[in-house]
């Protein structure tokens, strides 16, 4: 069974990371997901919780910045 996309129709892009913040994925991860094979979407969709928590970290940097 084809692994399915993260999608979540909900696209918010931090152009700094490169990444979309609803599904955690690059923009070239976004544009490659068809080609990919399953091991590598599964790969990126087991790295997720990181990517997220790395978004969090900038996120809150960025606010003490502020």
Request: proline residues 3%.
């Amino acid at each position: 069974m084809t692994v399915p996309s993260p999608c979540l129709d909900a696209c918010t892009y931090d152009r700094k990371a490169d990444m979309c913040v609803g599904c955690f994925r690059t923009t070239e991860e976004i544009r490659q997901w068809k080609k990919m094979t399953d091991h590598k979407r599964r790969s990126i969709l087991s790295d997720r919780r990181r990517r997220e928590a790395k978004a969090i970290d900038r996120k809150m940097k960025a606010m003490e910045r502020s």
